[in-house]
């Protein structure tokens, strides 16, 4: 495992919060601060980012491996927390390595976004068109890029706080670390990972995300009727408090 940046907060059972492709784990303070008060909460920069050693390869197998080393290095079984492209990963070592986790709690873009939402639905993740075009973007120009994903996905930023927030993201994955990644987990099977979850896995919705169609609830249950659906009013960012609820009942603090 490369040197990777790892911090640790608070103490009871363990929680690993793994990032999105292009999100700092540090906008992800709120529920880390929340969750640290009756857990100890783990964050890393993944390998090539932030403080992490810039050693590559950056592909999904090695970002498991990363995350295994981590989760078995402090303690397990482990809660995982997998924002975005994170939750893949989270799903990878639930499922290859099940007695390392108590389950996979995924509050922020659903891991079958892309299979549920459909070619005619108006979230990002569903329409090819536009799906197609954030891509093109992200090659072409970084900045425009994350612009468009931080803007539609954080409403309570305004102009300076996404101009803000897109300076940090930049600042802590490099343009080809980002890439690399995400042409990696736009060929993994997040469906197949998903059922093989089970019970195990939760998925967070709520209404604000633009990833996911409006009737993204019903055809996840759908798609994966053993895995815990939820709908909730705000997104981890804006209400951490609800995603640290849930997380603690998964973990077994709260009943």
Known sequence: ????????????????????????????????DDLAADHRVVTYDQRGTGRSQPEGPYDVATD???????????????????AGAGSTFCLHVLVEHPELVTAVVCPSGSPVNRAVGGEDSDSFAGSRGVFDLLNELAVRDYRAFLHSIVASTNPQLDEAGVTARVAAVVDHSPHEVTLARLRAWLRDDAVALSLAARDRLTIVLYGSDPWASPDAAEATRALLPEAEVLEVEDGPLSRPDISAAIVRRRSGVAA
């Open 64 to 82: 498991v491996a990363d995350l295994e080393g981590i989760v078995a290095s402090h303690g397990p079984p482990a809660t995982l927390v997998g």
């Open 1 to 32: 495992m490369a040197a990777l940046h790892v911090e640790s907060r608070g103490e009871g059972p363990l929680v690993v919060l793994s990032p999105g492709l292009w999100s700092p784990p540090g906008v992800f303070a709120g529920l880390v």
